[in-house]
């Protein structure tokens, strides 16, 4: 078991940060409105999940590049720019709401000022970033994806009736609402902050272990490397959306079962818990938000930097000092000030949430068909170009996207 653990890493981390506080609160707001109706897309995703970050993760670990270098190489500059700009704002928003959702959450377990509260989470995972080494903040990552954990508990604790829910798990309309709901759920799972996270922790991975090369350079360690990534990332974001399964399910049981009528965001629900399910259940998920909060904060700012360094031609990451690595450092301080700026200004989390799954709906899909451009370009990926199943389920999870992100424009 602790050999296994140590070889879980990029997959689970980036599965367990897209369960963020605003993607709990998409996933509770679905739940509130279309009870059981809307379980099965929690299900409907992962194959699309573990597709996606399973070819982001291989041309990484092939090229020893993060992947905003490797499309430098294949695409124009310009649309590279653009595509990262995107990112940066989308993640900047989420960052946003994110902060925002851990001060509410910390000011409903201490009384505190959620404001106050919200700048210093900001605070620590900034100074955690910058001044442990990778190798070290690794393990601290991997530790809080424990955290989701606390939804597991939140539904054996609020008792679900699973006859009930197998009878009601898939959709009883078609309408303009469920179209909404199927694209918030789709936005909010399949992330493009994701794409980068996981390939530049590749990449520092193959950095940090003495003798570890590029595929390219080192072929002979590609069965194995590639069955670690096959196994990591499986396990990661099947954990990622068992756990969306279950606050949705939460939220289908305890606030839609009682009436209301929606939430804004993640603290709203766990608010609705208390006198619905109990001070347990509440309590529990307010920790969820919380330890969450800390996984995906440096992951939102972390992905940001990691991109537009790379689209620069700048080396660095996390395991460099910030003398080695200015620009990568000023990056990510800048995306988390920004994000936590925008929690002090009147802008409504719901919101947020909305801009946020605009934007990821405009970048995912061309981002996307950049990646399987490039996995399956041999120039970049030599004798490792993209073949069989996970060429098609790539480019299956492109289309599928591609049809979101229309429904999300019509």
Request: net charge neutral; aromatic share 8%.
């Amino acid at each position: 078991m602790k050999a296994g653990w140590r070889r879980l890493g990029a997959g689970l981390v980036t599965g367990a940060a897209d369960d963020d506080p605003s993607g709990i609160a998409t996933y509770s707001q679905v739940g509130t409105q279309f009870g059981y109706s809307m379980l099965w897309t929690t299900v409907a995703t992962v194959p699309l999940m573990i597709g996606i970050q399973t070819i982001c993760a291989h041309i990484a670990r092939v090229t020893g590049m993060g992947l905003a270098a490797n499309l430098t190489r294949i695409l124009p500059r310009g649309v590279v720019a653009g595509l990262v700009g995107l990112l940066v704002i989308n993640n900047v928003v989420n960052l946003a709401a994110d902060i925002g959702a851990m001060g509410d959450a910390l000011a409903m377990l201490t009384g505190g000022y959620a404001r106050y509260l919200a700048l210093l989470c900001a605070a620590v995972s900034l100074l955690l970033e910058v001044f442990i080494p990778f190798r070290r903040y690794a393990p601290i990552l991997k530790v809080l994806t424990a955290s989701l954990l606390a939804y597991v508990l939140t539904a054996c604790v609020v008792g679900i009736p699973w006859r009930e829910m197998v009878a009601h798990w898939r959709p009883e309309r078609w309408d303009h609402r469920t179209l909404v709901a199927l694209t918030a759920v789709f936005g909010t799972t399949v992330s493009p902050y994701l794409f980068f996270w996981q390939a530049a922790e590749e990449v520092e991975q193959e950095r940090g272990e003495p003798g570890a090369q590029a595929l390219l350079a080192a072929p002979e360690d590609a069965p194995e490397e590639f069955r670690r990534i096959r196994i990591d990332t499986n396990l990661g974001m099947t954990y990622s959306n068992a756990v969306a399964f279950f606050i949705m399910l939460t939220a289908a049981v305890v606030l839609h079962g009682a009436g209301l009528p929606s939430i804004d965001t993640s603290a709203d629900a766990a608010r609705a818990l208390e006198p619905l399910a109990g001070r347990l259940a509440s309590m529990l998920f307010t920790l969820g938000i919380v330890g969450t909060g800390m996984l995906a904060v440096p992951v939102l700012a972390g992905s940001a930097a990691y991109a537009v360094s790379e689209a620069l031609g700048q080396k660095g990451g996390l395991e460099n000092t910030v003398a080695e690595a200015r620009t990568f450092y000023i990056i990510l301080a800048v995306a988390t000030a920004l994000g936590t700026l925008l929690t002090f200004l009147p802008v409504s989390p719901l919101r947020l949430l909305f801009w946020s799954a605009v934007i990821n709906g405009v970048i995912a899909v061309p981002l996307m068909g950049a990646i399987m451009v490039a996995a399956c370009s041999r120039s970049l990926m030599g004798p490792f170009v993209l073949k069989g199943t996970l060429r098609l389920l790539g480019w299956v999870a492109t289309v599928v996207m591609g049809l979101v992100a229309l429904g999300l424009l019509l």
